[in-house]
């Protein structure tokens, strides 16, 4: 596609390669594009510029923009994972009643991601897919679609003690007593399957993906 042509993989590849070896960046979660810019040179911002221009329903996606919004001012943390305030308490509560239940629990694999860090993440699963864009469209939101990106609607990816979804597989966490739980129970807490089988939002199955209201 032409409008794709300014996805140059060594650009990419270079980015990646400075969001990997910086230390510095221990809050990628919540980075700002000004900051993110800052570890950029010129033809690296431009090519996230030029890819944020891109209208993602061209490529299969039918969910809604949420908007370029700014970090939660009120935030609740786990080790490198964040979450505003009120999502944090309500998935504290479910869990211990996951545990009292069931004595299981789960673990939060990714809370709130700022647009900055879905850009980057972006990227980065496309050179995990060989730079097959509109494989990566299904399997990743752009920046400002991403529920990951909206407090108000702020999403949860679940992951088990054992480490599943660590593949990202919907056959793993789907099996799991955790997601038999969440299915019968979560909406008691405020909690949603964003993206069921055969969603309308054109993103594949992803049964770890819990939004907090809405």
Known sequence: MKELKFLDKKTINSILGKMGKSRKIKDLRIISFP???NYLNKKEIELIENFLKL???????????????KAPK???TIKEQ???????????????????????KLLIDSGYRSPACQTVLFLRSLKLHKFNFSKTAKRIAFPGYSEHGNPERQAIDFITVEGVPSDKKPSGFEKTKEFKWL????????????YPKNNKDGIIYEPWHWRFGG
């Open 183 to 194: 299915m019968k129970n979560a909406d008691r807490f405020g909690f949603y399957l964003s």
């Open 74 to 76: 009120n935030l609740g």
């Open 82 to 104: 964040y979450l505003p305030k009120p999502v944090y308490l309500a998935f504290r509560r479910m869990n211990k009643a996951l545990e009292d239940e069931t004595g299981r």
């Open 55 to 69: 209208n993602p329903g061209k490529y299969g996606f039918k969910g809604k923009f949420f908007g370029i919004k």
């Open 35 to 37: 900051r993110l810019y």
